[in-house]
């Protein structure tokens, strides 16, 4: 997971959009162990390839962070595209333990548990914008 998080934090550092906001490494990375341990959990334990919306607490508290660290909407699905990548670069380096039989499930399973956490982060991040919204009109 380490490996993967580096490789996600160095590309997302080579985007001019997302640099753009300044960001620790710590503030960008806060909820990435937690949603890529879930994508991990996912493979594990939940063989269903689609449809499977569980709650990712994460996801939705990196939507709210996101909210609050001036991002839209566009730069949170940049940075899961990212995460995508680096997911399946890991699992390209390490063919030599992948499951033949499965490989094809294993990168759905993954893609739609991206997605799914996507979802939920760009969902968490809306409310915050409609609340915000909101406490200004009644202002």
């Known amino acids: 997971m380490a490996i993967t998080m580096e490789r996600w934090l160095s590309r997302v550092e080579q985007v001019k959009e997302l640099t753009a906001l300044p960001l620790s490494p710590k503030e960008r990375t806060a909820y990435l162990p937690e949603m890529?341990?879930?994508?991990?959990?996912?493979?594990?334990?939940t063989r269903t390839?689609?449809?499977?919306?569980?709650?990712?607490?994460?996801?939705?508290?990196?939507?709210?962070?996101r909210y609050r660290?001036?991002?839209?909407?566009?730069?949170?699905?940049?940075?899961?595209?990212i995460l995508q990548v680096c997911i399946f670069e890991t699992v390209e380096r390490n063919m030599a333990a992948v499951s033949f039989p499965t490989l094809m499930a294993d990168v759905m399973i993954?893609?739609?548990?991206?997605?799914?956490?996507?979802?939920?982060?760009?969902?968490?991040?809306?409310t915050m914008q409609r609340e915000q919204v909101a406490s200004g009109a009644s202002a």
């Open 36 to 45: 890529i341990a879930k994508v991990t959990s996912r493979l594990r334990l």
């Open 49 to 65: 390839i689609e449809g499977v919306d569980t709650l990712c607490p994460a996801a939705v508290a990196h939507g709210q962070i």
């Open 69 to 81: 660290q001036q991002y839209t909407a566009p730069l949170i699905a940049q940075e899961s595209r």
């Open 110 to 126: 993954v893609a739609d548990e991206v997605d799914s956490q996507l979802k939920q982060t760009i969902e968490s991040f809306l």
